[in-house]
Antibody
Framework: EVQLVESGGGLVQPGGSLRLSCAAS????????MHWVRQAPGKGLVWVSRINHDGRTITYSDSVKGRVTISRDNAKNTLHLQMNSLRAEDTAVYYCVRDLDWSLDHWGPGTLVSVSS | SFELTQPPSVSVSPGQTASITCSGDKLGDKHACWYQQKPGQSPVLVIYQDTKRPSGIPERFSGSNSGNTVTLTIIGTQAMDEADYYCQAWDSATVVFGGGTKLTVL
């Protein structure tokens, strides 16, 4: 069974940093493109970033480019999202998502990031 | 920038057919997906590559793509289908979501 479990969320002050992690199991993690998608409270889904299977091709949304770094450790079946210079508008549930043939076929339960003073 | 537009809400009576549209420039040239999200839960993929259903998704869910519009159709809508639905497509190696449609079954 495919499982994705995010961790690392929490309350952080504006300008602060957080590192999110996603533990993957039940599939060949190193063979899949992975994404981070976020959802602000009561709002819609917003794509954040994508990393290909070997970590060599990375894409970011304009809203986070320069402040966020996606990475992966295929030996540990783990996906990461380093977030810096956090703003109130970054407050959201962050989902770790697997990509299968250009669709987002498995989502984790999400981890909540709250940016507030 | 590429945008996907969905109606904010759609209402349907139980047993009837619900149609949710998603429009975008040259969307017909791209492959679209649909996700269902119930309150407090993570999204679930219900349609991929315009018309395909993942295993475990009921046959009452179907998708179509024509011109600049993709459509999610639910035939024989059930109370359990009440949820938010999001369309999604790719544009220049980035993922784009529609704003979401709240489907109410009443």
């Amino acid at each position: 069974e495919v499982q994705l479990v995010e961790s690392g969320g929490g309350l952080v002050q504006p300008g602060g940093s957080l590192r999110l992690s996603c533990a993957a199991s039940g599939f060949a993690f190193s063979s899949y493109v992975m994404h981070w998608v976020r959802q602000a409270p009561g709002k819609g889904l917003v794509w954040v970033s994508r990393i290909n299977h070997d970590g060599r091709t990375i894409t970011y949304s304009d809203s986070v480019k320069g402040r966020v770094t996606i990475s992966r450790d295929n030996a540990k079946n783990t996906l990461h999202l380093q977030m810096n210079s956090l703003r109130a508008e970054d407050t959201a549930v962050y989902y770790c998502v697997r990509d299968l043939d250009w669709s987002l076929d498995h989502w984790g339960p999400g981890t909540l990031v709250s940016v507030s003073s | 920038s590429f945008e996907l537009t969905q109606p904010p809400s759609v209402s349907v009576s139980p047993g009837q057919t619900a149609s949710i549209t998603c429009s975008g420039d040259k969307l017909g040239d791209k492959h679209a997906c649909w996700y269902q999200q119930k309150p407090g839960q993570s999204p679930v993929l219900v349609i991929y590559q315009d018309t395909k259903r993942p295993s475990g998704i009921p046959e009452r869910f179907s998708g179509s793509n024509s011109g600049n519009t993709v459509t999610l159709t639910i035939i024989g809508t059930q109370a359990m289908d009440e949820a938010d639905y999001y369309c999604q497509a790719w544009d220049s190696a980035t993922v784009v979501f529609g704003g979401g449609t709240k489907l109410t079954v009443l």
